[in-house]
Structure formats: C-alpha cells, structure tokens
C-alpha cells in the first residue's frame, strides 16, 4: 500500500514535468545503446583478431625443438657427481626432427577425452624454383580434410579445392604472395626443392591467403605423403602433431602433460600468443572505459533534471512533509523517479543497442586478409546486455540519491514561512 | 480520560543568525479537546512560530510538548511525521495544494500515506468531507482549476480526512475576500459546535478571533491574555 502510494506520486511528478523526464531518459538510451553498440562491436572485431589466430592456430603443438641437451655426460658420471661441472661452449645434439612414434602417439591423441581433433603436419625448408631464380619457402604436408575440420584450412584457400590437396598426386596449395611472385596459376606445374637437394614437380591446385602476409610469401600445403617424398622419408615421419582441445583453457596444463607423456616439445596457444591476448585486453578496457563514461554523463544529465526539478517541487515537498510523510518518503519518491528514468531510458537503450549492433553486422566489410569476413563482425553477447543494465539502474540511482537527500533534508517550516 | 489535546509547558525559542533573537518566551498553555481557539497578536509577535512548534514540524525550541499526552520531546523524525499524519490537520494561510493531483488525490493523500482504511474507504471518506464542505463538484478538478476560496476548503477537507486530533490553521483567510473568509470562518465554527473538533486558528484578524470560544494573545514572544 505505502509502496504504492509512493510510487503514484512518484508517477504523477515524473508526468508533470514530462518532456524534462524524456530528455533524460534518451541521455540514459542513447548512452546505454552506444555502451551495447560499442562494446559489441569492439567485441565482435576482438573475436575476429582472435580468431585469426586461435581458429587457424593448434591449441597445443607437438614436436621437436634442436636444442642442447639438458643433461651432459659428465654430469652423469658417478665420478663426478660431487663435483661442479664447468662445461664450454656446448652445441645442440644432433637428433631427428620427427616424432617418435608418431601413429602411436596420434592413436592416443585421439583415445583422450581432452582432445577434440588431431592433425599431422611436416614442415620442411624449401626452394621454389622460378626459372634461375629460388625463392626461399616453407612447405606444410598437411592432411587437408583434418586441417579444414579443425584449423578453418578450407576458409583461407581462396582459389581451388583444399580437398584436391589429397585427390591430386603432387598437388600444391601455394601461398598467395609464393604464388604471385611466381606468376603461378591453377593448373600449373611448379618446382621446389629440398633441403636435401630432392628436386620434385607439384600441380598447382589452389591459393591459400591467411590475411598474414608473412605467412603468405612463405607457406605453402601439399599432403603429408607428397611432403614425404619430397624428404625422402617414410610414412612414419611427421614433425609436429596439432591438436585441437575441447577447451582452449586447459591448454597451458595439457601441454605440460603430453611433453612429459610423449617425450617432446610442447607449446599451447596462450604461450605462443600471448601478445595476441594483450591486444585483446587493452581494446577491451578501452571500450569499456568510453561506455562508463558515456553513462556517466547520463547519470549528471538525470542529477541536474532531478535537482531542477526538486527547487521546482520544494512548495509540493513543504506539504508532503507537513501532512506526514516522512523524510524518508520524500526520498523514496524522488529516487523511484530516477529509477524509473533509469529502467525506461535503459530498457529502450538495450533493444535501439541491439538494433544498432544488428546494423552495424548489416555493413559491408571486406578486406583481402580476411577472406571469410563479409560484414562487420558483431559480437551478441548477453554479457554486455546485463553490464549496461546493471550500470544504467546503478548510475541513475546515484545520479537519483543525492538530490533526493536533499529533497528529504528540505524542512517545511522554511518553505511554509517564506511566503 | 486525558481532556487536553495539546501542552505546552515553557516554551523557549531563538533564533540565531547574526545575533540571537528570542521569539518565544516561556510559553505555557494547554488547549483541550473540543475547543475552539484562537491565538492572535500582531505580525511578528512569534505566533506563526509557535504554531509550527505546535505543529512538530519545527523541533528546534526549548521546553516539553505533549500531543495527546505523548511527549514529543525526543521523538525521532520519522515518529514525528507519523503524528502529523495522523494526529495533526493542517490549513495554511496559502493553499499548498498539489497542482499535480485531482482536488480529491490531493485529500487523499495524507489518508493513503496512514493506509488506517483501504483506498476505497478513504476516497468515501474525502468525497464525504467534500461534500460537506460544498465543493463535490470540484472532485475532480485540479487546484488550478479552482478559486481561492474553493481551494482553501479543498485544505480544510485534508486536513480532515484522518479525523485528527487537533485542526492547526495559520492564517485561514489571509488570503481571502471577506465573503470567503466568512465561509471559512462558518465551516470551522461547524466543525468546531457540531462535530466538536479541536481547532487551534492562527489569526491577526480579531473579528475572526473574537467569535472563537477562546483567544490566546500574544505579544513579543509571550503570551498576555488567554
């Protein structure tokens, strides 16, 4: 009952003065739907950057650094053991680049609940040979189905078929900027060479763009056999295992584990990537920072509205108070008001916010590194959607809390006199 | 049971700006239920001042209260308030209507705010005291709809609507004509003989004090005669 009488009158002062009350509330809409508009886009575009790595990139990698190796000899002989070692100018240990049992190891890859998918990669230093001229590269034998069902490889491939990769013996995808440097064109026939000095012929079968130049001067994908063979090594060899988690969190753990499970190298994504993430952070803060303080300019707007509006009121407040309603009363009244500025300006804030936001995924946004994108990227989270509703109700009761302090500070006495 | 509506015992007022002025001076006078009374005085004599004493809505005074026998010495605000409500009705020399409600909101309000009866009953109650005050037709207009006079007894009708203890007026027909001065002064005088309500009417108009069953006078700060 009292709630309600409070709330009436609340209603009836907020109706008196109602294009003042408009004008505040479209200060609070128009803040909260650019916070929405604003952090969704940005959000959208930090997905986007992300996905550009996290997409593309295995969670963890498996293979085999050349480095030095961490236990030398005299360290384990028995003679020496309660001696300090001073060992000069040690050199990397000459061991193989592949992965030790590799079948195995994919086999139990693929056995872990962890594990969403698992693809095999070679890396090998080439040449590409361009009349007398070589072009330094680097050739991936990848298996295509499973680098497109897990890394997006389809999406990259600009020109061609990725699955042409295994349909065609000796296919090649090359890298755009590879392929432009060369003059390639689908159908082609091209030359690399090995590290080893192998020489082989590959069928151009598409062009890959990643949107990273330097990976696109460089790179190019043929299947894991054709790499093989290029290398002259047998079916077993593979020098990196991709994996793909169920989750991207568990990572930096996972890698541990498999390292010292399988006996190699080891690196997630979030170590590899780190800058990435940074990026991430910083952008967000920024968004952040320029929504707040768009809605805190709305709370100020909300503050002068109801201060304004209290000096008009004081005759209105004086007789209130005079027949019984405490200070209280006269505070509940004017902060119902700013609430309800709040909870209207911001309810229509949210849905012209989401409206904005589906706008802006409506433009055209097209760029040569990022072939897959068409419009501009948008994210809908439902986080934003509540930050902006918890804010708008929390700016516009503070904004609401001190004039209505003062409000039920007014003592009737000098009202009532002063005329 | 108590027969004195309102008490005051000693009475003390100052006010303090640059140098302190005393308004009130030990004033000691009770008004008991029924009574219809008058206090008057010359403008600044500390009647206004006293009255909002009275009234509770002014608690920076020396001396003890007591409203139906309750000190209102060290009652918080929020108690205050409830009294007021409940146990006090107002009229001002000047309307103090709210523009932004219907003549009968305006009379309902302060019954809504102590919610003894449903809103049912206390729009019967406010239609009841509007029509005895001959202004049902005004229902439901607004204040700035009505005369002067019509709008002090849209006052009158609030400050019956929770049957109060003591009917408080500071200068009822200041502001009014003498014909309407004359209705107002015929519905206190009504209430006062038919319904035995308990009046204390702030007035520097004599004629008016003078058909009033008591007159308390005041001059600078004290009171002379009762």
Known sequence: ???????????????????QTLVAAIGVTFSITMFIALLSFMGGLNKLLDSLITNRTPHI??????????????????????AYNFI?????????????????????????????????????????????????????????????????????????????????????????????????????????????????QLKVVGFYQSGLQQVDDVESFVAVGTAQKLLGE????????EI???????????????????????????????EFETGGNIRTTISYAVGVTLLIVAGFGIYNILNMMIYEKM??????????????????????????????????????????????????????????VHVYPVDFNPRFYIIASVFSVLTTYMAGYFPSRKASKIDPVVIIRGK | MEQTAIKAIGINKWFRDQTDFRVLTNVTFSVNKGEFVSVTGKSGCGKSTLLYILSTMDTDYEGDLYLDGASMRDKKEQELAVVRNEKIGFVFQFHYLLNEFTVLKNVMLPGLKLARYTAHEVEHKAYEH???????????????????????????????????????????????????????????????????????????????????????????????GS
Do not use: C
Not at chain 1, 151 to 175: E, P
Not at chain 1, 244 to 260: H, M, Q, T
């Open chain 1, 234 to 241: 047998p079916g077993s060899y593979i020098t990196d295992i």
């Open chain 1, 1 to 19: 009952m009292k709630v309600r009488l409070i709330y009436d009158i609340a209603l009836s002062l907020l109706l008196a003065r109602w294009r």
């Open chain 2, 130 to 224: 509007l029509k005895m005050l001959g202004i049902k037709d005004e229902a439901l207009k607004y204040p700035n709809q009505l005369s002067g006079g019509q709008k002090q007894r849209v006052a009158i009708a609030r400050a019956l609507i929770n049957d109060p203890l003591i009917i408080m007026a500071d200068e009822p027909t200041g502001n009014l004509d003498k014909k309407n001065s004359e209705v107002v002064f015929d519905i206190f005088s009504e209430l006062a003989h038919k319904y035995h309500q308990t009046l204390l009417i702030v007035t520097h108009d004599n004629d008016f004090a003078s058909r009033t069953g008591r007159i308390i006078e005041m001059v600078d700060g004290q009171i002379v």
């Open chain 1, 315 to 372: 005759d209105s407040i004086a007789i209130l108070k005079a027949t019984g309603f405490s200070g209280r009363d006269v505070r509940n009244i004017f902060i119902l008001i700013a609430l309800s500025i709040g909870v209207i300006g911001g309810g229509v804030g949210l849905i012209t916010g989401f409206g904005l936001s589906a706008i802006i995924h409506h433009v055209p946004f097209n760029t040569n590194a990022l072939p897959t």
């Open chain 1, 88 to 200: 000069a100018s040690i050199k990397p240990k000459n061991r193989q680049l592949d992965i030790h049992n590799s079948g195995a190891v994919i086999a139990a890859l693929h056995r872990d609940a962890h594990v969403a998918g698992v693809a095999p990669r070679l890396q090998a230093q080439v040449f590409y040979n361009v009349g007398v001229t070589d072009i330094t590269g680097l050739l991936n034998g990848i298996d295509a189905a499973a680098e497109s069902r897990l890394f997006s490889f389809g999406d990259y491939i600009i020109a061609g078929n990725a699955a042409d990769l295994s349909a065609v013996t000796d296919g090649i995808i090359l890298g755009k900027g590879v392929a432009d440097k060369m003059l390639a064109h689908i159908g082609d026939v091209i030359q690399v060479t090995a590290g080893n000095g192998t020489h082989l």
């Open chain 1, 244 to 274: 793909k988690l169920n989750d991207i969190k568990e990572a930096p753990a996972l890698a541990k584990v498999y390292g010292r499970l399988f006996n190699v190298d080891a690196i997630d994504i979030q170590t590899a990537n780190s």
């Open chain 1, 61 to 82: 990698r498996l293979y085999h650094q050349l480095q030095p190796a961490k236990v030398q000899p005299a360290q384990l002989y028995p003679g020496f053991k309660n």
